[in-house]
C-alpha cells in the first residue's frame, strides 16, 4: 500500500515562498501521476500541479503558473511543490496525492476522483 505524507507548510507573508515535500514509503511501483492539491475554507479542493514521476511531463493549473514549480528526486520516493510570491488567495491545507500514470494528462490531473492515494495536508497560510 502506498502511503504519502506532506511537510513544509506554514505561515508566511504575501510575496514569500514556501517548499513543500510529499514523502512516498510503503509499496511503490515504477510510476504514478502525483499531484497537489489545495483546499481552502468553505471551497472546493482544487488541483494546483501534477508529475509524472520517472519522466518531465509536469502539468500546472492557470492559477499557479509561473510562481509554483513542482519537481522530484526518485532516490529519495519525494515530489516537491515550491511555491513563490504567495498570495493570500493560495491559503489552505495542501494534499498531495497519486493516481495511475496514465492520468496525468492536462484532462485529468484536476480531477480527484482519478487518485487512489492521499495524503494527510499541511497547511499554508499567506498573509496580506
Known amino acids: 500500500q502506498l502511503q504519502l505524507a506532506e511537510s513544509g507548510g506554514g505561515s508566511v507573508q504575501a510575496g514569500g515562498s514556501l517548499r513543500l515535500s510529499c514523502a512516498a514509503s510503503?509499496?511503490?511501483?515504477?510510476?504514478?501521476?502525483v499531484a497537489w492539491f489545495r483546499e481552502a475554507p468553505g471551497k472546493e479542493r482544487e488541483g494546483v500541479a501534477a508529475?509524472?514521476?520517472?519522466?518531465?511531463?509536469?502539468y500546472y493549473a492557470d492559477p499557479v503558473k509561473g510562481r509554483f514549480t513542482i519537481s522530484q528526486d526518485n532516490a529519495k520516493n519525494t515530489v516537491y511543490l515550491q511555491l513563490n510570491d504567495l498570495k493570500p488567495e493560495d491559503t489552505g491545507v495542501y494534499y498531495c496525492?497519486?493516481?495511475?500514470?496514465?492520468?496525468?494528462?492536462?484532462?485529468?490531473?484536476?480531477?480527484?476522483?482519478?487518485?487512489?492515494?492521499w495524503g494527510q495536508g499541511t497547511q499554508v497560510t499567506v498573509s496580506s
Open positions: 496525492a497519486a493516481a495511475y500514470l496514465a492520468y496525468c494528462t492536462n484532462k485529468y490531473f484536476t480531477r480527484t476522483d482519478v487518485y487512489n492515494w
Open positions: 510503503g509499496y511503490i511501483a515504477s510510476s504514478y501521476c
Open positions: 508529475i509524472a514521476t520517472g519522466s518531465i511531463s509536469s
